[in-house]
């Protein structure tokens, strides 16, 4: 009874619809790019602790993500109760600060993998209010150490309210040694960098950014062909930060279509 107390709890904003009814649009076929791109395997497999995918409005994003979302889940599914797959969608609809029910949600379904509620979340059930998104990564800290690895999809992140509170959090999920068996991906539209304060970063962080570009919203099945065929991706990797993040940090290569 208790346990579904804190799950009731846990559960702020529910981003299940929003992902069904992507995957119901998605195109097969569509973003396969991705998964041939070394930067994929990176960050499935290797060190790659984050991923940014983010393009024009209309370019199929939340489409992509969920198509990725499934990808992911059954790599985990193959691979056992040591792999986890989150996922949250931001919405302006919502017209809220994302960040504590993102954290929330993460919670929730990483108690409902794992078959139990460990005792950080339950002690912040216990204490009443409404968590700070402090005490939740606190929280998540020691739920993700149940894992080998978890994976975090945060779409739509420029439709959160005080964005700058959710940027924060993803920098901290993608760069604190805390969570160094977390991996995230995250998309939005075009932004000059994905994080804008990097104020405690490791130098050993690999961040890839991929830029995917479309040139129009899809409509037809002919235009869909059509985008597919015309667009290019770019690949930026940052190796080190700095205060003011300088060019001389970012080297980029231009990915041909195909």
């Known amino acids: ?46 060190k790659t602790r984050c991923l940014w995918v983010h393009g024009i409005p209309g370019a199929g994003k939340t489409i992509f993500a969920s198509h ?32 504590a029910p993102l954290l929330k949600w993460t919670l929730l379904e990483l108690c409902r993998q ?45 439709e959160s309210l005080h964005r700058e509170n959710l940027l924060r959090v ?16 995250a998309t939005s539209r075009e932004v000059r960098t994905p994080f804008y304060l990097p104020t405690r970063c490791q130098r050993h962080t690999r961040i890839v950014v991929v830029e995917l570009i479309i040139l129009s919203a899809f409509s037809t099945s002919t235009s869909r062909r059509s985008c597919r065929a015309s667009r290019y991706r770019y690949l930026c990797e940052i190796t080190s930060w700095t205060e003011t993040l300088p060019s001389t940090s970012v080297q980029s290569s231009r990915l041909t279509a195909g």
């Not at 981003?15 to 973003?31: A, I, K, N, Q, V």
């Not at 790599?75 to 960040?99: K, L, N």
Request: glycine share 6%; charged share 25%.
């Open 1 to 46: 009874m208790q346990e579904l107390q804190v799950y009731n709890w846990l559960h702020a904003t529910d981003p299940s619809d929003l992902h069904e009814r992507s995957c119901d649009t998605y195109e097969p076929g569509t973003g396969e790019w991705l998964f041939r791109s070394p930067s994929w395997d990176s960050w499935l497999k290797e």
């Open 68 to 99: 990725l979302i499934e990808t992911a889940r059954d790599y985990c599914m193959d691979r056992g109760s040591g792999y986890a797959c989150v996922y949250y969608y931001c919405y302006f609809g919502h017209a809220q600060d994302e960040t």
């Open 170 to 185: 993803i920098q901290d999920l993608a760069t604190d040694q805390r969570f160094k068996n977390l991996r995230v991906l």
């Open 114 to 158: 794992v078959g139990r509620v460990p005792l950080a979340v339950y002690k912040l059930y216990r204490h009443g209010g409404t968590p700070s998104p402090r005490a939740l990564m606190t929280a998540l800290e020691q739920v993700v150490q149940a894992f080998h690895r978890v994976f975090i999809f945060i779409e739509a992140v420029d």
